[in-house]
């Protein structure tokens, strides 16, 4: 059985569908079809969290490790087999669970201008409708508030932009040259020289040229109301009802579908002033653990 060595760690909204969508393109690189399993976060998956809809979170990831290794039983003649949970980075013990299965992994994590992410994460829920706060103000004070306590992680649009308390797990336990971090605006930026470090990272051949980046789980408000919530419940009754499509051949067909609904339904509104003069001092000391773990420069983030 092939051992996947490269794990896409995170963070959420900060591109890795986009990166796990190019890395597919390469013949030395093998994802699983599905691409969040989530398996090394199974110690949490009876935890009873109390947020909306946190009962079906862990729902859909294999639960033993022959399940989650017969995602990778077609990974044969490969350099690099991975996968993209993005919510390993959050959690801390991960790290230790990915250096016992495999000490020669890569790590590979993305990190966003913080207040950016937590935006982003906010409008992910409201097009999923799994967000009761009436504005993204609202939800940032039930957060610093202690309202979202008992809430799953993936419902904290503040706690899961801290990268630097997360990632320091990581840089404790692997080899500085397995780890790296990149930034969701180099992607956006620069999307070419962006694949050009993660090819030389990984040692593979550089086949991305002229890339041109395409949005990938977009979030936002939707357009029409009414149209919206008919959409999501449809997903939800799919999701729950026939769970093996989620990740069948079929998928690829309805992420088409996703991508292009998302794209052309939802807007996404500027962020109100009030939202960001809450956070930028929440966020200060956690940038700068972060610049000075990764290296990064991150002064356009203060």
């Known amino acids: 059985m092939t051992k996947p060595n490269l794990f896409i760690i995170g963070s959420a909204k900060c591109g890795t569908t986009t990166l796990y969508s190019y890395l597919q393109k390469s013949?030395?690189?093998?994802?699983?079809?599905?691409?969040?399993?989530?398996y090394f976060l199974r110690e949490v998956h009876d935890l009873k969290y109390q947020g909306p809809d946190d009962d079906f979170f862990f729902e859909k990831y294999p639960k033993t490790l022959t399940e989650y290794e017969k995602l990778f039983s077609d990974a044969k003649?490969?350099?690099?087999?991975?996968?993209?949970?993005?919510?390993?980075?959050?959690?801390?013990?991960?790290a230790q669970k990915l250096f016992d299965y495999n000490p020669e992994a890569k790590i590979i994590g993305i990190v966003r201008n913080?207040?950016?992410?937590?935006?982003?994460?906010?409008?992910?829920?409201?097009?999923?409708?799994?967000?009761?706060?009436?504005?993204?103000?609202?939800?940032?004070?039930?957060?610093?508030?202690?309202?979202?306590?008992?809430?799953?992680?993936?419902?904290?649009?503040?706690?899961?932009?801290?990268?630097?308390?997360?990632?320091?797990?990581?840089?404790?336990?692997?080899?500085?040259?397995?780890?790296?971090?990149?930034?969701?605006?180099?992607?956006?930026?620069?999307?070419?020289?962006?694949?050009?470090?993660?090819?030389?990272?990984?040692?593979?051949?550089?086949?991305?040229?002229?890339?041109k980046v395409d949005k990938h789980n977009a979030s936002g408000v939707p357009k029409f109301g009414m149209l919206h919530t008919v959409y999501i419940k449809s997903l939800r009754f799919m999701r729950r009802t026939f769970p093996f499509l989620t990740h069948s051949p079929l998928s690829k067909i309805r992420k088409k579908f996703d991508n292009y609904y998302r794209n052309l339904f939802l807007s996404k509104p500027k962020m109100d002033q009030k939202s960001a003069d809450l956070l930028k001092p929440v966020f200060r000391k956690d940038i700068m653990q972060l610049e000075k773990l990764t290296g990064l420069d991150l002064k356009d983030w203060y």
């Open 77 to 94: 003649g490969y350099a690099w087999v991975g996968e993209a949970s993005t919510m390993y980075m959050y959690y801390s013990q991960v």
């Open 27 to 38: 013949k030395e690189i093998f994802f699983s079809i599905q691409k969040e399993p989530h």
């Open 114 to 211: 913080p207040i950016q992410r937590a935006y982003s994460h906010y409008l992910h829920h409201v097009r999923e409708q799994t967000v009761s706060a009436p504005s993204f103000y609202d939800a940032l004070k039930e957060e610093l508030g202690g309202k979202r306590d008992s809430w799953a992680p993936q419902r904290k649009f503040i706690d899961m932009s801290m990268y630097g308390r997360q990632l320091q797990a990581y840089f404790d336990l692997f080899p500085r040259d397995q780890i790296l971090i990149l930034k969701f605006e180099d992607l956006m930026k620069n999307p070419n020289e962006f694949l050009g470090k993660v090819s030389e990272f990984l040692g593979v051949e550089n086949v991305f040229q002229d890339i």
